[in-house]
């Protein structure tokens, strides 16, 4: 006699079957199983005590009533095209529990492949709610921080532009000898409104791009005073995430430097301002920055500006916890070094 082959592969297909159903009904989280065609055959005894609905009930496509209504044609077209490429997916919905709440789930799938054969999909689901809410709390509370700041911006630029007015005022009605420090001040307010500018307008206020700030800001900082008369050059080894104190700290600083340059040379002198970054991983961040000129110095009138540039840098510095030696100049650069726990280094 001969052997009934199909006979023998149905009960062997049997029970590998129930040795599989025995094995997901002991596995703590939900899991399913789906033939080629992608209907559902099995959800295990975790699934069912979620959805609180019976096996049956489960079957084909019955699952898919349980998906929240907003997420059923996203999660179909995911699967679709999984099952096309017979590539292994995640998705996340919304599935109604038992008690009418929705859950989200993160659903991981791979397809089932015995000898070249595909016979399907097998995939387990983990429930994310806590995570996605606290994703959204976060979202919300970055948007509230988001206009909170805008609204703090729009009031500190009127209230500098009305200092830069009074400024302005007092300086024209002050006796000649004065009227240099007036300006010398207006131009430092200026400067304070335009780092708060670029502050305002970094695309993540948390933790700003080091390079990209300082190339936004520098290009400003060229046309605030004299345009032409000053350049501003950012180079060196990779850069870094800081947060808004020390973006504003370092903007400060490089915002007096450049008054520094102006104020102590003759209009007719060129100055230029070089910042290098070393943003190497393994190390704290430094900046180092050198002021020079395109031509032989030419000093200001004496007495004209009170030489406050040192005083103010380390003012600057101590309220960022940045240490700082050196003056700018060619022979002793402007030495700065972030505070490690603050920084993240991003590019090489």
Same mark, same amino acid.
């Given at each position: 006699?001969?052997?009934?082959?199909?006979?023998?592969?149905?009960?062997?297909?049997?029970?590998?079957?129930?040795?599989?159903?025995?094995?997901?009904?002991?596995?703590?989280?939900?899991?399913?199983?789906?033939?080629?065609?992608?209907?559902?055959?099995?959800?295990?005894? /975790?699934?069912?005590?979620?959805?609180?609905?019976?096996?049956?009930?489960?079957?084909?496509?019955?699952?898919?009533?349980?998906?929240?209504?907003?997420?059923?044609?996203?999660?179909?077209?995911?699967?679709?095209?999984?099952?096309?490429?017979?590539?292994?997916?995640? %998705?996340?919905?919304?599935?109604?529990?038992?008690?009418?709440?929705?859950?989200?789930?993160?659903?991981?799938?791979?397809?089932?492949?015995?000898?070249?054969?595909?016979?399907?999909?097998?995939?387990?689901?983990?429930?994310?709610?806590?995570?996605?809410? !606290?994703?959204?709390?976060?979202?919300? !509370?970055?948007?509230?921080?988001?206009?909170?700041?805008?609204?703090?911006?729009?009031?500190?630029?009127?209230?500098?532009?009305?200092?830069?007015? #009074?400024?302005? #005022?007092?300086?024209?009605?002050?006796?000649?000898?004065?009227?240099? /420090?007036?300006? !010398?001040?207006?131009?430092?307010?200026?400067?304070? %409104?335009?780092?708060?500018?670029?502050?305002?307008?970094?695309?993540?206020?948390?933790?700003?791009?080091?390079?990209?700030?300082?190339?936004?800001?520098?290009?400003?900082?060229?046309?605030?005073?004299?345009?032409?008369?000053? /350049?501003?050059?950012?180079?060196?080894?990779?850069?870094?995430?800081?947060?808004?104190?020390?973006?504003?700290?370092?903007?400060?600083?490089?915002?007096?430097?450049?008054?520094?340059?102006?104020?102590?040379?003759?209009?007719?002198?060129?100055?230029?301002?070089?910042?290098?970054?070393?943003?190497?991983?393994?190390?704290?961040?430094?900046?180092?920055?050198?002021?020079?000129?395109?031509?032989?110095?030419?000093?200001?009138?004496?007495?004209?500006?009170?030489?406050?540039?040192?005083? #103010?840098?380390?003012?600057?510095?101590?309220?960022?916890?940045?240490?700082?030696?050196?003056?700018? /100049?060619?022979?002793?650069?402007?030495?700065?070094?972030?505070?490690?726990?603050?920084?993240?280094?991003?590019?090489?």
């Amino acid at each position: 006699m001969g052997t009934d082959t199909s006979a023998t592969g149905s009960v062997a297909e049997s029970l590998v079957g129930d040795a599989f159903q025995d094995f997901a009904n002991d596995v703590p989280l939900m899991m399913w199983r789906s033939d080629a065609n992608g209907l559902a055959i099995h959800h295990n005894e /975790s699934w069912v005590r979620f959805t609180g609905r019976r096996p049956e009930e489960e079957a084909g496509e019955g699952w898919r009533r349980g998906l929240h209504p907003d997420d059923i044609e996203r999660h179909a077209a995911l699967v679709a095209d999984a099952f096309g490429a017979r590539q292994p997916y995640t %998705a996340e919905f919304r599935l109604r529990r038992h008690d009418g709440a929705y859950r989200w789930l993160l659903d991981t799938a791979r397809p089932i492949d015995r000898g070249g054969v595909f016979s399907g999909y097998l995939g387990t689901c983990f429930d994310i709610t806590d995570r996605k809410h !606290a994703e959204e709390h976060a979202a919300a !509370a970055l948007a509230e921080k988001e206009a909170l700041l805008a609204e703090v911006y729009h009031r500190v630029r009127n209230n500098l532009q009305v200092m830069v007015s #009074l400024i302005g #005022l007092y300086g024209r009605a002050a006796p000649a000898p004065c009227r240099g /420090s007036f300006e !010398a001040l207006g131009q430092r307010v200026r400067a304070i %409104a335009l780092v708060q500018q670029h502050l305002h307008e970094a695309p993540h206020i948390a933790s700003i791009d080091l390079r990209d700030y300082l190339h936004r800001l520098a290009s400003g900082l060229g046309q605030l005073r004299r345009a032409g008369r000053i /350049s501003v050059v950012v180079e060196g080894y990779g850069t870094t995430l800081v947060e808004p104190r020390t973006a504003n700290a370092l903007g400060m600083i490089v915002a007096e430097v450049v008054a520094e340059c102006l104020d102590t040379t003759a209009d007719s002198v060129s100055c230029t301002i070089s910042i290098r970054i070393d943003a190497k991983a393994g190390a704290p961040v430094g900046l180092s920055i050198v002021t020079g000129t395109g031509q032989e110095a030419v000093p200001a009138p004496a007495g004209a500006v009170p030489n406050l540039g040192p005083r #103010l840098i380390a003012a600057y510095a101590a309220q960022a916890e940045i240490a700082v030696r050196g003056s700018a /100049s060619p022979n002793e650069p402007l030495e700065l070094q972030l505070p490690e726990v603050l920084t993240r280094i991003v590019a090489g």
